[in-house]
């Protein structure tokens, strides 16, 4: 199997399966008051405090939830209930155009049924919201913006955000950032501080820690109101008993991706640099998606997108699947159903470019000979596809 | 064989890819979405399109232990099918969708697409048998008369046929649910579907009325010219309804009134008496014959609608050669322009032509 698919989720690194099996029959609610519930507490705030560590931020600015769509709800709908509240004016929500649908469809949702009113903040044709589009976007009226929210890198084509001059834009009107950074841990240096953001994402199961586990990094002073009521566990804005196997195996698995973070993403760089030119090499036409230019700045290092004019996505990916080689087309809907990404339309690709695109992504399991069998497999694959497409 | 199983999420196609399975094909299901706007649930005994569908085909295929993807033909399908019905009724005409869709989707754009992946052939649950001899693949009635299927592929050429694979021929419907409950297949007590998949709550006139528009007319009696009422759209009626006229009074030879003819341009509807609806003599548009055309003039079977009685006819080619005419031994009671009249010989299907007139 050669697995070329780490964006949509990637292996649990070996140190957190065991982190999480040795602590998945031990009792405790992390609520209770006894020692059990000391016990299981103590888990959860070392885990806390490294998972702080790890990423810039201060432990109380850890909100422990179940993964990165419940986080990014919880920072667009919490900032935009907790502006609105004190200012009834802040309704404006402006988002990038290329924001994963957790995002996206947040912020239609706060528009439908909250009064919100969305900005969608354009893109260049690498991906990237230049610092003039969002300042642009922020002064046709200030006063009126509850939130900026804006990727740190995007999960389809890889492209980097300038998330700090971005943030620093936002704050210089007061208004609060947020920004979904699924993606970047673990491939890019992620500081929550030295970002500036008031609010960021992140997900174990895309560093190598477990599915369903996640957090919200949210700086001290920032309100966000609860998106789910309840015991008020995660400072009174996230209730829901703590899953502290999970939480303990994000930890690890976050400890460990920071830690090897400069090596794998100029491992992975090598790597996707050999894949984009091995399949150019076979396939001269296939149009690389997103930024040129690799460097860490620019590009996730485990990413390689491509369109290949005359095919559909949908029928690559199953001719690779059947020489199992697994990828993915970007975007799908509840039924399965490709669309055409969003992401490549906001980039000003039109739709056949769009659906004739594949991404590979690479993550800490990927070796050279995987991107051998992609290269050696493209050729007749895109070929076979290019005949029925016709 | 490479095969690609259509898996609608319903029982039958999940028993006949299982079968292809067995009998050691190399399978790959694939699920239609026909709707890019699927309704969340299914409801009743209708719809092919929903999302719950689509994951009772991912379930089948998990069973099977077969790849599964789904195939958006949601586009060509809106337009070869859906359109085409819209259309079909606004002329004045009673479109059958479900061959269409096997003319021109499941046996047309899918399976133009599976042979160029590399498929050899494409499954489905349809009941119907498909016999190989020297002379070529034949297209016969499936054992389960009840379920008897060929006539929504009685469209197929030859072409299609070749490539298509109908496991479900020789087995009766309990059999199928039996087959499919033993294979821990979930969906063996499932419903089966009926009437037309994209109109989700079954109600057709309301459907039509909502892409039609409402288009008032007369409704005239045919022995009298009189006209008896109104109506909102000739396209709500076809030939032989007599349920939703709205006739003032009885007729004054006491006897119930049936639509005799819907004509569109004139936004008329045209009633009369049950035996004013015995049709004796057809003339159809240009034929598909699923193997070769039979000796003309000839003797037939002549099917117009599905599960309906097939007739003892004489086929002959019309003089302009491009459609039948096929004179009836017996009347068919309230044949519709639009409606397919499938040809057996026997329990063989010779073919298809679209019914384009009734003939004196």
């Known amino acids: ?390 | 064989m490479r095969v690609l199983a259509a898996l609608s999420g319903g029982v039958d196609s999940a028993v006949a890819a299982a079968r292809a399975v067995e009998a050691g094909h190399d399978v790959t299901a694939v699920h239609l979405a026909l709707s890019s706007t699927p309704a969340a649930v299914r409801s009743g005994a209708r719809g092919c399109c929903s999302l719950e569908d689509a994951r009772d085909a991912r379930r089948a295929a998990d069973v099977l232990g077969v790849p599964f993807y789904v195939w958006d033909v949601a586009e060509r399908f809106g337009r070869e099918v859906v359109d085409d019905f819209v259309a079909e009724y606004a002329a004045g005409r009673t479109p059958n969708p479900c061959i269409r869709c096997n003319e021109r989707i499941k046996f047309a754009a899918v399976l133009d697409r599976a042979v160029a992946l590399g498929f050899d052939a494409v499954c489905t649950g349809h009941y119907a048998r498909l016999v190989d001899s020297a002379s070529g693949r034949t297209l016969w009635r499936a054992r389960d008369e009840g379920k008897d299927q060929s006539y929504v592929l009685a469209v197929l050429a030859p072409w299609q046929l070749e490539r298509a694979m109908f496991p479900l021929g020789d087995t009766v419907k309990a059999d199928v649910r039996r087959e499919a409950q033993a294979r821990g297949l979930g969906v063996a007590d499932k419903p089966d579907s009926h009437d037309v998949c994209f109109i989700a709550d079954g109600d057709t006139a309301g459907w039509l009325r909502g892409h039609l528009g409402e288009q008032p007319g007369p409704i005239i009696d045919a022995s009298s010219g009189a006209v008896v009422g109104e109506h909102d759209g000739a396209y709500l009626f076809t030939v032989g309804q007599r349920r939703g006229l709205r006739i003032g009074r009885p007729a004054a030879d006491g006897q119930p009134r049936y639509v005799l003819d819907v004509s569109p341009v004139t936004r008329t509807v045209t009633v009369g008496t049950a035996a004013d609806l015995d049709v004796r003599a057809l003339a159809t548009g240009v034929p598909t014959w699923c193997t070769s055309a039979p000796p003309m003039p000839g003797s037939v079977l002549v099917q117009v609608r599905a599960h309906g009685e097939a007739i003892p006819a004489r086929v002959e080619e019309l003089s302009d050669q491009l459609g039948l005419r096929l004179d009836l031994s017996t009347p068919a009671r309230g044949v519709a322009p639009g409606q397919t009249a499938a040809l057996y010989d026997g329990e063989r299907v010779v073919g298809s032509a679209t019914i384009e007139r009734t003939v004196d």
């Open chain 1, 1 to 390: 199997m050669v697995y070329l698919d780490h964006a949509a989720t990637t292996p649990m690194l070996p140190a957190a399966a065991d982190t999480m099996s040795g602590l998945l029959r031990q009792v405790g609610n992390a609520s209770s008051l006894h020692a059990t519930g000391r016990r299981a507490r103590r888990v959860v705030e070392e885990s806390r405090e490294t998972i702080a560590a790890a990423l810039g931020a201060r432990p109380s600015e850890v909100v422990l939830t179940g993964g990165g769509t419940e986080s990014d709800n919880l920072a667009v709908k919490g900032l935009y209930w907790a502006r609105r509240a004190a200012d009834p004016r802040r309704r404006r929500v402006l988002v990038s155009a290329v924001e994963h649908h957790a995002v996206m469809d947040t912020a239609l949702w706060l528009a439908a049924h909250e009064g919100a009113s969305v900005g969608w903040l354009d893109v260049d044709s690498a991906g990237r919201v230049r610092p003039e589009v969002l300042a642009a976007a922020i002064d046709e009226a200030p006063d009126e913006v509850a939130l900026v929210s804006v990727m740190w890198a995007n999960n389809e084509v890889g492209t980097v955000q300038p998330i700090a001059e971005l943030a620093e834009i936002a704050h210089a009107h007061g208004i609060a950032f947020h920004t979904d950074a699924v993606q970047a841990v673990g491939q890019l240096p992620v500081d929550f501080a030295a970002s500036g953001v008031d609010a960021l994402t992140v997900t174990g199961h895309k560093f190598g820690g477990p599915l369903g586990a996640g957090a919200l990094l949210l700086g001290r002073d920032v309100e966000v109101a609860p998106v789910l009521h309840g015991g008020g566990q995660e400072r009174d804005v996230r209730s829901g008993t703590l899953d502290v196997p999970a939480i303990a195996a994000l930890a690890t698995a976050v400890e460990i991706a920071v830690k090897e973070q400069p090596e794998r993403a100029e491992r992975l760089a090598g790597l996707r640099s050999s894949l984009v030119s091995g399949v150019v090499a076979v396939v001269p036409d296939a149009q690389l998606n997103g930024d040129a230019d690799f460097s860490l700045d620019r590009r996730l290092p485990g990413n390689a997108h491509f369109s290949f004019p005359g095919c559909e996505g949908d029928a690559l990916l199953m001719l690779l699947d059947a020489r199992d080689i697994e990828c993915s087309t970007g975007s799908a809907c509840s039924a399965g159903v490709a669309r055409p990404s969003h992401v490549l339309l906001a980039m000003g690709h039109d739709e056949a470019r769009a659906r004739g695109s594949l991404r590979f992504s690479l993550g800490h399991t990927s070796t050279a000979s995987d991107v051998d069998a992609l290269v050696a497999a493209i050729g007749p694959v895109v070929e076979r596809a290019r005949s029925a497409a016709q």
